[in-house]
């Protein structure tokens, strides 16, 4: 039913236009694909259109989503499996429908969106191009088109990343001095979290991230010279004799316990490890919004929108896992599966899960 009306959000009828569209054009390349050539081995879709509806429409997001699911991609999703029993390979076909992310509600305005340069008020530039010692002050990146500059940031909603160049050999290949470069930004976020001040910007006023933040996260890749494998551990300030502080997330945990963080500690690794090691930043900030039950509490990094997604929060995290055969009794499907994985099925585990089922349908020569 493309044409089902969106109640009350009907107001944002053109957000709710723009992600139909993303999805009906997903799913009409497919189908045109399968008339052409037939029925391939492995399908894979993305559907867009949800997460920009969730983002950029009021209300318990929940909600929103599964008003869009009914009124737009179920529809969609009817239109596939239409072509595909035309097709007459129903029975030899599955469905996997996952996720990669839930969100979780937030609220869209400049006081809860910390952003990289603030509409009216200062923002994340500000602090880092305060950072001067040990090598000239920080220039971070705020135009897709600056060539030159030594600080980057990455915000994703629930989590931002910043990456800092070495000042000392301006070579963004190379990691970034632990002590010099990285625990010197470090601390800035950490003063100005604590009071809304830094120390080497005395006169500037910091108060847009003062309390936002959860946690400052940290990695030693000066030591080993590699961006694959040093853990990230958790910056606390320097002590009295003016010495960086840093301790281990599990450490951290125990002392200050956050039980909708999930799986924290081990999460974090997987972004120190392999393909993804030479591109997480340099500090990772947490703002307060996985344990905040009043999204009026919770701050994210990035755009003003209604829900993020992107941290560590529960609702960040939980995902769908729909496993269809319309061949197959569900009793042997559920037993395929979780043959597979264990009991709570991790997005890690959906291509062992494809490789299962692919033991049973047929190959194409
Ligand atoms: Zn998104």
Known sequence: MLTATLGSYGSRGNVYAEANAIDQTAVDRAISSINETGVPNILTLYFMGNDHYAHKTAGDSDVVQRSYLKSSLDGHIGRLVTAIEQHGVMDKTAFVIVADHGHTNTVADADHA?????????????????????GGCYDVKDTLLEASY?????LNGGMAYIYVRNRANDDWTKPARYEKDVLAMANAFYQA????????????????IKGRVDMILVRDTESSNTFDGPPYVVYTGKNA????????????????????YLRMDERLQGLTRGHSASRTGDIILIPKYGEEADPDDRS????ELESWHG??????LKIPLIVARPGAPKSATFAKVSSEVSAIPMHSDVPKIILKLLEDAPRRQ
């Open 114 to 134: 910390i952003e990289l340069e603030g509409r009216s008020n200062m923002e994340l530039e500000y602090l880092i191009e305060s950072v001067c010692e040990n």
């Open 300 to 303: 994210y990094f990035g755009e």
């Open 193 to 208: 979290n604590q009071t809304g001040r830094y120390s080497g910007a005395a006169a500037k006023n910091f108060d847009f």
């Open 311 to 316: 941290g560590i929060s529960q609702d960040d």
């Open 241 to 260: 004799q003016g010495q960086h502080q840093t301790e281990s997330v599990p450490s951290w945990l125990a002392r200050n316990p956050r039980p909708g």
């Open 150 to 154: 030594s600080a980057v940031t990455g």
